[in-house]
């Protein structure tokens, strides 16, 4: 089912390279905040983005654009109009399944990241690789947030050696905070493991 992205990916998506590792991470919450600690939050974040505004222009994803986001690992590319050149498409191609309290790559796994890796190579008009780490809800949240972390790298490590360039990668921890399946049953825990890849693009892919 489609959906609109996050404050959080809106914002990784329109820190321009290089900014990336000076832009602070503490924009993102480790834990759910009161009303009033949300407001701040979101007044700095906004304060923010308006000052890296410029650099980030060219890059940026415009406010007319409908992002989506397609279930399951078929890359499915938003239509644009031709007059607008700035548009981007926010595709989803993967999600990659772990084990309870694992941060390892199974067969499967490597199996999908090698056809996410040869897309991204095969295709200039690639500009983002976001990858958003989760956890299930047993253990400790900052632990959680913490396992997130380290999905989301394992990914990234496999994907750059199989040549995607460091400079496209976005990525953070998310932790429990983003379930995506029902968090009291063993089936809903198991898809709450997981790691999620977005393509940002200028111009559309073929399905998987």
Known sequence: ??????????????????LFEIFPRW??????????????????????????????ASRAVGPQDELAFPPGLEATAVDRPAAAPASMAFVSVAHIFFAHDKAELDARARRILDAVAQRVRHHSTVNRVLVLGHADEVGARDYNYGLAD??????????????????????TGLGEDRPIDEAWTREGRRRNRHVEIYLIQSSPLAPF
């Open 27 to 56: 924009f993102i919450p480790r834990r759910r905040l009161p009303i009033t600690g949300m407001m701040t939050l979101a007044r700095t974040t906004l304060t923010l983005l308006v000052l890296l505004a410029p650099l980030a």
């Open 150 to 171: 380290r999905r989301a790298a394992v990914v990234m490590d496999y994907l750059r050696e199989k040549g995607v360039p460091a400079a496209l990668f976005r990525s």
């Open 1 to 18: 089912m489609g959906r609109t992205p996050s404050w959080v990916e809106t914002a990784l998506i329109m820190v321009p390279p290089g």
